[in-house]
């Protein structure tokens, strides 16, 4: 029976299954880190006589000759001879502090200085005496002894790399995040989760439990993260977010004098290699305009992503208080989903937005069918729970039932890439192509704090004044074509 077999990764590197010759269970899977898979048998070949390498396989301390049985001291001895062996004693001494008697002294027991508790640590060392027997006739060999030195002082105890992390990121109970709030930082559950899943999917079955923070250097974390992106197969943007999760964890540690030095800093990202989303056209948003739609609610969320580019979960976090019948506005002041529930937008871009009063008295007349209507209740509540709103995916269903309506099949929509975050870019564009940069960033929500504080109230209501007309006289052009 053969005792291993190669196949490729989804890298193109091949790896090497051992099988256990007489069970015939397959057993550890390594990369030979090569695609030549002549050069792949052969190292498998010397793993099977000598042991799987001890290194971690994506390590820069990997070596394919490197074994994990232990040292043969009997077969060493047999091997060397006698310069050899002098030379080898040479080495353990200088090494490790060993005070060797001349050959002609008689062996003596171990030895261990004693001194007061308080200097234990500074002055214990180990006296371990080795003689060479000396040949009939023939003069005692002749060896240098290294001054002792006394031991090092014994390392502190670390911090334990994978144990840390999870604490540093559980919303309840971490030290940061409870100090991160308290200062009126935004951090979600949802995002903390999220850094969880890191901690476990990736840095825990790397590192292991073992491991503590003080031993990372930036060399091992840029084997893992590339181990992460060619052995994992992980895309740019999904290592670059596990750099997120340590990097926080780690600058933290830091900046609070736990550790001497960041062994993040300088660690290189990876290219996102994000694919660009699809948009639909302005004719497609005309049939879909008309389309039949399966209920209200999703026919309404379409509008609001299409024509004011609401994100999913800020059509959610609308109440009917964001509603202002007299001004025609939509108040854009949260976002919702399941995990946090109501929170700030995204980048807390909290905005006014214009929008045509027919649609906001549609907005109104379906508020108003919440059997828990108010001030604080939700314009897309949920009908089976009226006191929480509908899930942003719910509106992803609407859209791709209506547009397999209008002749969009499925194939084609993943194809394009059109999903509900698509009608968001499709309002960005459309108005991009009629207004100036700043008009469309108010819209959007992507104006910093910093960029609104230059406006006055005056050029508030003048700008949204623009905004109502511009936005106004692009749908009617749609709506007209």
Not at 48 to 56: H, L, N, S, Y
Not at 67 to 89: M, V
Request: some cysteine; aromatic content about 10%; charged content about 25%.
């Amino acid at each position: 029976m053969r005792q291993f077999y190669l196949y490729k990764n989804s890298s193109g590197y091949y790896n090497a299954v051992f099988v256990d010759p007489e069970t015939g269970k397959k057993g550890k899977d390594k990369s030979t880190h090569t695609k030549d898979k002549i050069q792949a048998t052969i190292i498998a070949s010397g793993w099977v006589e000598k042991g799987c390498p001890e290194a971690r396989p994506n390590s820069r301390n990997y070596s394919p000759d490197s074994s994990t049985t232990r040292l043969n001291l009997k077969d060493i001895c047999d091997r060397i001879n006698e310069t050899e062996a002098l030379q080898l004693i040479n080495m353990l001494t200088a090494k490790y502090n060993l005070v060797i008697p001349s050959a002609e002294n008689p062996v003596i027991e171990p030895q261990i200085t004693t001194t007061p508790k308080a200097e234990v640590s500074e002055q214990k060392r180990r006296i371990v005496v080795v003689r060479k027997k000396p040949a009939e006739n023939s003069a005692p060999a002749q060896m240098s002894v290294p001054t002792p030195v006394p031991a090092q002082k014994p390392k502190t105890e670390g911090i334990p790399l994978s144990a840390f992390l999870l604490n540093f990121w559980d919303f309840e109970n971490s030290e940061f995040i409870k100090r991160y709030i308290a200062h009126g930082h935004n951090m979600t559950k949802r995002h903390t989760d999220n850094m969880l899943s890191l901690v476990r999917n990736y840095w825990q079955p790397y590192f292991g439990d073992e491991i503590t923070v003080q031993e990372l250097d930036r060399t091992t974390l840029d084997d893992f993260f590339f181990y992460l992106n060619t052995e994992k197969g992980l895309k740019g943007g999904t290592v670059n977010k596990a750099i997120n999760c340590g990097s926080r964890a780690l600058r933290y540690l830091f900046e609070n004098k736990k550790i001497d030095s960041n062994p993040m800093a300088g660690i290189e990202r990876f290219n996102p290699e994000e694919a660009e989303r699809g948009i639909p056209t302005e004719s497609e948003v005309r049939q879909l305009l008309n389309a039949d739609w399966s209920n209200e609610a999703y026919f309404l969320a379409f509008k609001l992503g299409a024509f004011c580019g609401l994100r999913a979960g800020e059509i959610s976090g609308l109440r009917v208080c964001d509603l202002d019948l007299d001004a025609d506005l939509i108040h854009v002041r949260h976002s919702w989903n399941d995990t946090d529930g109501l929170k700030c937008p995204k980048n807390s871009d909290v905005r006014d937005l214009p929008i045509d009063h027919r649609t906001l008295l549609q907005l109104t007349s379906l508020a108003k069918e919440n059997p828990n209507y108010s001030d604080l209740s939700y314009v897309f509540f949920s009908p089976v729970k009226p006191e929480q709103p509908y899930w942003p995916s719910y509106y992803v269903d609407g859209l791709y039932e209506a547009l397999e309506k209008i002749g969009i099949s499925e194939e084609q929509r993943k194809e394009r890439k059109i999903v509900f975050h698509s009608l968001r870019h499709f309002c960005a564009t459309v108005l991009s192509q009629k207004t100036d940069l700043k008009t469309v960033q108010a819209v959007m929500g992507h104006r910093t704090e910093a960029m609104s504080k230059h406006y006055s109230d005056h050029e508030t209501q003048e700008k949204l004044q623009n905004m109502r007309n511009i936005m106004q006289v692009t749908w009617d052009n749609i709506l007209s074509a």
